[in-house]
């Protein structure tokens, strides 16, 4: 789900105003997650060579197809670099059908768990995470697969193909995220990626991040169908009155 028209640029919010807006849809939404061993709840996507453990989201580098922690994965754009750094995103249950199709002498090893390096985070090295399960008669996935450790060779021959189908020009969706948009996205269901970017003295790239927890999984794009008139009033209000917010 993509909206667009969050007054970023309108109303001249700072990172505090467009993290408090950012928080608040959040919690309308679901509960807002860890996302990683610092805890933050909302975090920054950009450039920051300070930050250890090199986690991909902290650089401008490309990333590849993955799912996050969490029921669904919100991003606000509140900069753009000033080349690259496309959004891209692919549905989880059509690469399985093509997959399917195409290979299915590899299809029972989506199923088996693979080694997920945590980048030393909470004290781990890496967790098994299964790529592909059923929930149900839903097919939901995780998928890494920049910190995915296949151990054998049909397991790294299976995942390389995943991500290759899911990187064809007919299965994947790419969007430019304008200064303003929110992005919402299903890690159950929907795989995504970015592209590497440049960034300039005159413009960087920044993104606020959210991990939410649904009350249904399922259900996110049902609720804003039915919320949508409390999501509208709170941009209204979030137009006239944040900028009087002092955030602590």
């Known amino acids: ?25 959040g919690l309308l939404l679901g509960t807002p997650a860890p996302q990683n061993a610092r ?37 606000l754009c509140l900069e753009e670099p000033e080349s690259g750094g496309k959004s891209r995103l692919a549905s989880s249950p ?11 002498d590899l299809v029972s090893v989506l199923f088996q ?5 945590l980048r030393g985070e909470s004290g781990l090295d890496y967790i098994h995470i299964t790529p592909v399960r059923w929930f ?14 296949p151990e054998s060779p049909r397991a790294q021959e299976a995942l390389a193909f995943w991500e290759q189908i899911a990187n064809r020009d007919n299965v994947r969706l790419d969007m430019t995220l304008q200064r303003g948009d929110v992005q919402l996205v299903s890690n159950h269901y929907v795989v995504h990626a970015r592209t590497g970017y440049e ?36 941009s209204e209000l979030a137009r006239a009155k944040l900028r009087s917010i002092h955030v602590l």
């Open 199 to 234: 960034d300039s003295a005159r413009k960087t790239r920044h993104l606020l991040r959210l991990w939410l927890s649904l009350e249904s999984p399922s259900s996110i794009t049902e609720f804003l169908y039915r919320e949508w008139d409390r999501v509208l009033v709170i």
């Open 39 to 75: 805890q933050d709840l909302v975090g920054n996507v950009r450039v920051d060579p300070d930050v250890p453990g090199g986690r991909l989201y902290k650089t401008n580098r490309t990333i590849r197809f993955h799912c996050d922690a969490a029921d669904v994965v919100g991003l």
């Open 113 to 117: 768990p693979v080694k997920l390096d």
């Open 94 to 104: 059509a690469v399985y059908r093509i997959f399917q199709r195409e290979r299915p």
């Open 1 to 25: 789900i993509l909206l667009r028209g969050v007054p970023v640029e309108e109303a001249g919010w700072g990172e505090a105003e467009a993290t408090a807006y950012f928080w608040c849809l």
């Open 136 to 149: 149900g008669r839903r097919l939901r996935t995780f998928f890494h697969s920049d910190y995915f450790l």
